[in-house]
C-alpha cells in the first residue's frame, strides 16, 4: 500500500477571519461535552447556559485573535506580520502565564539567569504561536485526505488538558486552549482558502455580531460558578480578569458586627486579671501541618492517637477553630501578626527554589517581638526556610535554630529534640515561649507506616506519626518545675483536601476542609473542656500575649481566648476571615460568604445545615448574605495594605 507524501509545503498566509473564532466556538463546545459528564447540573437552563457562555465566551477569545489578525495582515510583508504575531501572542501569553513564568525561573541555578528565563518562557510561547499558524495552515491547505491526521495532538491536548490538574494551574489549562485553538483555526483556515479564497462578508458579520453580544453579556452568579468547574473553560476565565465585575451590595454591614472591629485602631488592649498560674509561664506554641480537624477529632481516631487524646481528656478543646489560610505562609503571617493577608506587605524573597512572596518587607510588629521587649525568652526550631526570622512570616524571635536548608521539611525528630533541649535548658524563674512547626503529615504523606494505598490512609499514618512527637512534647513540659507553669498550645496552619470540592492538598481553596484545624491548649491551670465559640488563628497571638501579660496591640484582629480558657462563657466580638488565592471569605454565625476576586463569584453557605458546602444560598437567600458581604468588602477596603503606593499581590 502507499501512502501519500505527507509533508505540505509551508503556507506562511495569516489565518483569515472568522477561523479563529469558530476554532474557538471548537474548543469551547469540546469544554462543554467533557463538563457534561463531570458536572452536576441543577436543571436544563443552567446546563444549556452553562454552554451558552462557554462557548461564546472560547469563540470571543478567537475573535480578538481574529481582529488582530486582520490588522496584522496589513502590513506590507509576511515576516512583518509574523513579527507582529510573536509579539502580541507573547505579551498575551506572558500576561497569562506570569505566576508560572516568574516560579520556573528562579528554580535552575538558585535564580541567577532567572530574568534571561522569564524571557525566554514568554518569548518561546510567543513564538510557538507563529508556528502553529504555519502548521495548521499549510496542513490545511494540503490536497491529500490524510491531512486532518495532523489534529489528533490538538485532540489529545484537549483530553488531557480536561483530565490532568483539574483543581490548579488555570494558566497552563489557558495556554493548552489557546494554542488548541489557534491551531484548529489556522488548519481550517488552510482549507477554507483553498475552497474558497473569497468568502462572502455577510455571513461572517453576523457571525461576529453574534459573539460579541454573547461573549461581552456577563453570565449570572451560579453560571460563573458552572463554568469554572472546568479547567478547559479558558474564555471564562480571561473575561472574569478583563471585564466581569464581582456581584455588588448596597446593603448595610451585619447587624451582629462591632464597626469597630472593621477599621485600622490605634492603641492597646490591657491583659486580662485571671491568671492560670502566678508562676513565670513556659508555653510551648505547636504548629502541624495540613491538618484537618477530623484527622484528630474524627470518629474513631482518638482510639488511635494516644497522645492527643490525653490532651482530649486534660485540656481545652475548640471545637470549631479555622485557619485564616489556606497556605502555611498565609496562615502563619497572620498568626504572628494579627493581620489577614491582604493587610500586609508581599514580595518575592528568598534565593532560586525558595523565592516567593513573603511579607520580609512588612513592618507589621510581630507578637513575639512585643515578648522579647517585655522581656520573655524566645526560641524557634525552624523546619521550613521561609520560617526563618529573615522571611517575616515568623519574625520576632531572639533565639531560633535552623534545622533545615532549601525546600526540604524538616523531619520531626529534627525539630522536636532542640526543642526539648530548651526546655529542658529553661532557667526556674525564665519566662519562655517556644514555637514549632512540624511537617508531618504532608504530601506525598511518604513518613508514616503505611507507604502504599489510598493517600488519606498515608496521611493519617503521618498525624499518627506527628502524635508520637507531641508525646515528646507532652512528656517534656510534664518534668520537674516545668509542669507547674507550662502549657502547650496545639493547631495546625491549614487543612487538606482529598477531593472535595474536585481539590486536593491544600492551598487552592478556602472550603471548610482546608480551614477547619484542631486547636487544642493544655497545662498548667487550664482546665478541662470542650469549647464550641468559632475561633481562628489570629486570636492566638493576642492569647499569648495575655498569658505573658503584656498588652496587645489594636491593630492585631483576633482576640484573647484566655478568659474563655478559664472560665468557658467569655463572649467573642470579632468577625472572622479567611483568605487566600484571590478567594476571601467570612464567618457570621452559621452563615459563610465566599468572595472570589480572580472568578468573580460569590458563595454563601448555611454551614449548620450544609457542612459540606455544597448548596449555595446566594441567590436564594439574598438578604441574609448581603449584610455579610457589605461587612467582608468594607472590612478589607478599611485595611488593606496600601502604604507607599504600593499595590498587593492578592496571590499567594
Known sequence: MRFPNLRPRLDFRLPSWPCLSLAGAFVGLADVVASTVTTTFPSVSARLLHALFDISTAALLGLVADLLVILLSRLPRKWHAYLGVILFST??????????????ADVPLDGKVSLLLRLAFALGTGLGTAVLMVIGTSVGAARHRWSPLALIPAGVTLVFNFRLYRDDYVEAHSLASFYVLVLLGSFLSGKVLRANPAPRLRPRLIWAGAILVLGFWPPSNSVRQLLFKSPGSVGAWISANVFWTLPRTDAPIHPDVDSRWLSVREGMRPPSEARPTNEPPVVVLLTIDATRRDAILGEGRA?????????????????????????????????????YFSELRWEKFGKGRTRFDYPATDDTERFVARLTDFGVSTFKVVSLTFLRNDFGVARGFGEEEIVTEGRRHARGKEVVDPLVRRLRNAAPDEPLFLYAHLTEPHAPYDRGKVKAGLPKKCYLSEVNLADDFVGQVITALSSGNLARRSMLIISADHGEAFGEHGTYEHTKTIYEEQLRVPLFVWGAGIPARWIDEPVSLVDLGPTLLDLFKVPTPDFMVGESLLPLLLTGEARLTRPLFAEGRLRRAIFLGDLKVIVDERRKTVEAYDLAKDPDELVNIFDSEPDRVQTALATLNLYFENRRERRDGYTPIYKP
Do not use: C, D, H, Y
Not at 482510639?303 to 498565609?330: D, W
Open 303 to 339: 482510639a488511635e492517637l494516644k497522645n492527643f487524646s490525653k490532651l482530649m481528656k486534660e485540656g481545652a478543646v475548640f471545637t470549631q477553630a479555622r485557619s485564616p489560610g489556606s497556605q502555611t505562609a498565609v496562615s502563619l503571617s497572620a498568626l504572628f501578626t494579627g493581620k
Open 91 to 104: 505579551l498575551f501569553l506572558n500576561w497569562v502565564m506570569e505566576r508560572i513564568f516568574v516560579r520556573q
